[in-house]
């Protein structure tokens, strides 16, 4: 399994990490603009809260949704990706209430990250 601390990119020192408002961009990986089905289950949760991704990155993604979770939430994440079913524990990271939460992917198997980064390739290739 992959931790959080595994997300990392080597960035070339020349060319800083900037996002096209020419900010500072702290993400380890750029979150590009892609829909996905998601479902997030706290512990407590009877049934999950299902979601659809407005970004998406290797080490995160943003969800629009009426029902905010507060900072610090711990989640069981599924992910529909081209059919397959991909698994990860998130935390969430940003909270807008009735707006949507930001959710930092901290766990993930390696076959599914690379399920997932190869989904993220294909549509970054395709946009």
């Given at each position: 399994?992959?931790?959080?601390?595994?997300?990392?990119?080597?960035?070339n020192d020349?060319?800083?990490?900037?996002?096209?408002?020419?900010?500072?961009?702290?993400?380890?990986?750029?979150?590009?603009?892609?829909?996905?089905?998601?479902?997030?289950?706290?512990?407590?949760?009877?049934?999950?809260?299902?979601?659809?991704?407005?970004?998406?990155?290797?080490?995160?993604?943003?969800?629009?949704?009426?029902?905010?979770?507060?900072?610090?939430?711990?989640?069981?994440v599924v992910?529909?990706?081209?059919?397959?079913?991909?698994?990860?524990?998130?935390?969430?990271?940003?909270?807008?209430?009735?707006?949507?939460?930001?959710?930092?992917?901290?766990?993930?198997?390696?076959?599914?990250?690379?399920?997932?980064?190869?989904?993220?390739?294909?549509?970054?290739?395709?946009?």
């Amino acid at each position: 399994m992959l931790s959080q601390n595994d997300c990392i990119v080597v960035v070339n020192d020349a060319m800083p990490n900037m996002n096209s408002h020419g900010v500072h961009e702290r993400r380890r990986y750029p979150r590009m603009k892609i829909a996905v089905p998601v479902e997030l289950k706290t512990d407590s949760a009877s049934c999950p809260l299902r979601a659809t991704t407005t970004e998406l990155s290797l080490c995160g993604f943003y969800v629009e949704t009426m029902f905010t979770l507060p900072i610090g939430t711990e989640l069981s994440v599924v992910f529909w990706v081209d059919d397959q079913k991909l698994t990860a524990k998130g935390v969430v990271a940003t909270h807008y209430p009735q707006v949507g939460n930001g959710v930092d992917i901290i766990e993930m198997s390696s076959a599914d990250r690379v399920s997932l980064d190869h989904f993220c390739q294909k549509h970054d290739s395709s946009s």
